[in-house]
């Protein structure tokens, strides 16, 4: 960027420029007729201003806050509700790093922690026919400036809410070192609950979402997941499962759902009962797709929900009926590459499947 000195008139850098160039803040120019021409020349050259991360990462949240309020405006509710939990999920993540890892201040990531609160509220209004109004698609609406001018915002918050309860967020692995010696000692029983003191909204009831408008010719399926078989079943607290249809790399190809918490256990058995309706019809998943189905429980004194184990079921496996699969030991390996059985004994995740065709 070159900034041109007309005739008696020279342009300067508002935001933070020193004279050698170099760009602190900001690109904005004005004039400045007090300023002589001949000291400073006819010409400044500007060094090409370059973005900052945070920058970056206001506008891809920008855009993801855009999509989301697109598909609710054009009533593709579960489009919405996966873009809503995606950026849900990336502003808890800001809020959580720490003050040398964020270019935010501890207010700034309060405010942002707040507008995650809204969009997991909408989420879930959307899941419930009954509580689509509890927060609304306008009161959404009237987040985005305060996004998008997050690092320029200073006024109270429009709505009464609070930031999410503070989740820690393991990386793939770590999660299994700090349960290593809380299982050798008592199993999951002697461990913790989930990573929340508190749960999201939505999360002891689940996020199951409805069954999705038939399609002539295509198939819709529906799990039924009966129960699961584990050695310790009993002691697991707050047990639930999460299901999530990944393609050949593990990428989502649907949104994420959660069973409600299970109530029922006995023996070495945590029952569930519970309908999940995959939210994609079968003839348009990928070839190489797999539905997962991740165990997870809270562990009281790690004070997070760990992942116990996971099964999954290949395309291959979708047939009307029972199917019994085998448990996996955690980290989740959506990408199927290595894989280890969690127990020699005959304890399974017991499904039973349900193909609804025009």
């Known amino acids: 960027i070159a900034c041109r000195a007309q005739p008696r008139r020279v342009w300067s850098l508002v935001g933070g420029c020193d004279w050698s160039g170099n760009v602190t803040r900001g690109i904005v120019c004005k004039p400045s007729p007090n300023v002589n021409p001949v000291s400073l020349g006819t010409i400044i050259y500007v060094h090409h201003f370059k973005m900052t991360d945070i920058n970056k990462t206001i506008q891809k949240w920008h855009a993801s806050f855009r999509k989301g309020t697109d598909f609710d405006s054009w009533g593709q509710l579960v489009e919405a509700i996966d873009e809503y939990q995606i950026l849900a999920r990336h502003l808890q993540k800001e809020v959580q790093s720490t003050a040398n890892s964020s270019e935010l201040s501890e207010d700034q990531k309060k405010t942002i922690g707040k507008i995650a609160t809204c969009l997991e509220l909408r989420s879930t209004?959307?899941?419930?026919?009954?509580?689509?109004?509890?927060?609304?698609?306008?009161?959404?609406?009237?987040?985005?400036?305060?996004?998008?001018?997050?690092?320029?915002?200073?006024?109270?918050?429009?709505?009464?809410?609070?930031?999410?309860?503070?989740?820690?967020?393991?990386?793939?692995?770590?999660?299994?070192?700090?349960?290593?010696?809380?299982?050798?000692?008592?199993?999951?029983?002697?461990?913790?609950?989930?990573?929340?003191?508190?749960?999201?909204?939505?999360?002891?009831?689940?996020?199951?979402?409805?069954?999705?408008?038939?399609?002539?010719?295509?198939?819709?399926?529906?799990?039924?997941?009966?129960?699961?078989?584990?050695?310790?079943?009993?002691?697991?607290?707050?047990?639930y499962v999460t299901v999530s249809v990944k393609d050949i790399n593990g990428v989502d190809i649907t949104p994420v759902?959660?069973?409600?918490?299970?109530?029922?256990?006995?023996?070495?058995?945590?029952?569930?009962?519970?309908?999940?309706?995959?939210?994609?019809?079968?003839?348009?998943?990928?070839?190489?797709?797999?539905?997962?189905?991740?165990?997870?429980?809270?562990?009281?004194?790690?004070?997070?929900?760990?992942?116990?184990?996971?099964?999954?079921?290949e395309m291959d496996e979708i047939k009307a009926g029972e199917i019994v699969i085998e448990l996996y030991k955690k980290p989740t390996d959506f990408k199927?590459?290595?894989?280890?059985?969690?127990?020699?004994?005959?304890?399974?995740?017991?499904?039973?499947?349900?193909?609804?065709?025009?």
Do not use: W
């Not at 280890?340 to 065709?357: E, F, G, I, R, S």
């Open 257 to 313: 759902q959660d069973t409600p918490v299970a109530t029922r256990k006995e023996d070495t058995y945590v029952h569930f009962a519970v309908d999940v309706e995959i939210q994609k019809h079968i003839e348009k998943l990928p070839k190489g797709a797999a539905i997962f189905f991740e165990f997870k429980h809270y562990k009281p004194k790690k004070k997070f929900t760990s992942t116990k184990c996971f099964a999954f079921m």
């Open 336 to 358: 199927r590459k290595k894989l280890h059985l969690l127990t020699k004994k005959p304890l399974y995740l017991h499904l039973h499947q349900t193909l609804h065709k025009e």
């Open 125 to 239: 209004a959307l899941q419930t026919t009954q509580s689509q109004e509890d927060f609304k698609l306008e009161d959404v609406k009237t987040l985005e400036p305060i996004l998008k001018n997050i690092l320029s915002y200073n006024k109270d918050f429009p709505f009464d809410v609070q930031p999410v309860p503070i989740r820690k967020i393991l990386a793939p692995g770590e999660e299994e070192n700090l349960e290593f010696e809380e299982e050798e000692e008592g199993g999951a029983g002697a461990g913790t609950p989930d990573l929340f003191t508190t749960r999201v909204p939505g999360a002891v009831e689940g996020t199951l979402l409805p069954r999705l408008p038939s399609e002539p010719g295509m198939a819709l399926l529906t799990i039924k997941i009966e129960k699961i078989g584990l050695k310790d079943a009993g002691q697991c607290i707050d047990p």
